[in-house]
């Protein structure tokens, strides 16, 4: 009998079986960021347990705010800075070297397909898209994990999804996995991983497979995993060079962490993608989901493109495409937070700050901020904001406001309109 | 071992987020106390008073996938420094669910069939409800009567409630 992706991890992680279907995994990679941590510390700290089980597989950044914005977020990050110094953690990303965890992490490195990777943050599933068992904890497991390098799950079935068909142009991953949602709904994947297969997928860059595997969580799943294969090897080449021959060979042995063909799926869907045209949310819930053309002219006071699920040098591109020599409307307000430095940098050196300050863009340093309406771009209450993030639940972006999801193009698209509308490189 | 009883605070809607019970700007909070307030004070809730219905409650029943959305353990915690140390509902969100158990607290699983019987006959009355560990029983009170709704909990599941959570749990094993 074949075996899943997910199955073979658990297989070679598990160090414990504390009851029916519970694995005690071994982890290799815990991830920190300034909102969650800070309390495990402290709670370590209080129990006299304030130790690290191993200072080379954490990795931490402050990113939710920051410059920190007051003084109760200032000792948040301090927390995380004294501590990561105390235990001689050096993958510990401060301002000025800090980006969005979830595009942070990958883009220096620190995943590999196999990998059972954990963070206090829901959004951690992004990781599966280099096809490691990623998965968002909450602050105990994470303190566990910091003290013991351990992490118990129940072993989640798999949900296949396979992608049929070719995107029209204009039409983007952050379409596709709308529409999954839209399909399966907010609770369609609850205790099960999503492997996303297909045509599609295996032409899809790693910037838009994360945005895929970004939003697995939005329809319950525990993790979004995709099988690695030689754009993933491309992506990692620079960190992996040493310990292979060739980018073959790594593929080769990477492809020990594919689903067996003969693997038994919890369920298998087909999801067509051939006739899919930009999507948008339209309600508190991310399966809300319509055509953008049917929310055409729905107004907005604001457009946020970044996040970890939009915020990558890919993204900006595309709404670069589009702003090109445009103006944002008068009645709106429009914010860019490149996810990392290392996407600003390059943004900057391809003239993509350049177009979206000429449009009359705000270009913030790379943060979550508004995502989560913590800093920079928090809505009034009754406003209504386009944005390129996950999450549209009610106050998401600040209390009474409003969010719609949409891909990096609709948010440009709209940021000129001044109201929701499809992107010129939509050929519907 | 915390206590697992008190009265009920029914909550008629599915999907309800942890964004929603314990909204991100009051995150940088760092004592759990601070959350106190602020619990679901953005639940979509028609008829609901955060200001005034939690108050007193110590059991919450609910519908499916409760605690879905972010991975926040400040849902758990606002929830306990409201006294509320039980949640029951057909389904939670994966994370939410642990999290609950990982504190030492309960997210308890019962047929949408019990849930719905649930509702029907007590959201109008004041209610209490208990969960008896020691004979997988939920103890529904109301108006001098006495129910009793059979429940099963993983052995894992128990064993972090009894140990107070899994810190504890894991500190001694691993
Ligand atoms: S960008 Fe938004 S969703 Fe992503 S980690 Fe930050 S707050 Fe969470």
Redesign the pocket.
Known sequence: MGKTLVEKIFETHVIDMPDENVYVLKVDMVFC?EITTPVAIDDLVSRGLDRVFDPTKIKAVI??VTPAKDTQTAIQGKILRDWARRHRIEDFFDVGRNG???ALFPEKGFVRPGYVIIMG???TCTHGAFGAFAAGVGTTDLEVGILKGVCAFKEPKTLRIEVKGRLKPGVFAKDVILSIIGRIGVNGATDRVIEFSGELIEQMSMDSRMTLS?MAVEAGATSGVIAPDMITVEYLWPFIKNEFSSKEEACDEYSKWHSDADAKFDEVIVHDVSDLEPLTTYGYKPDQVKPVREMEGTKIDQVYI????N?RLEDLRIAAEVLKGKRISESVRAIVSPATPEVYKKALKEGIIQIFMDAGFCVTNPT?GA??GMSNGVLAPGEVCAAT???NFHGRMGKGGMVHLVSPATAAASAIAGYLTNSELFKG | MKTFKGKVLFLDRSDINTDEIIPARYLTEVSKEALKPYLLEDLKLDGFNPKSDIEGKGVIVTRANFGCG?SREHAPWALEVNGINVVIAPSFARIFRQNMFNCGMIALELPEEAIDHLFKNYREKETEIEVDLSSNMVIVRSEGKEERIPFSLKAFDRALVEAGGWVEYANKKY
């Open positions: 960021h990113d939710h969005v965890c979830h943050d829901s959004h970004n970044g996040s970890c699920t915020g979550c995502c989560l993030t996950n999450r | 972010s």
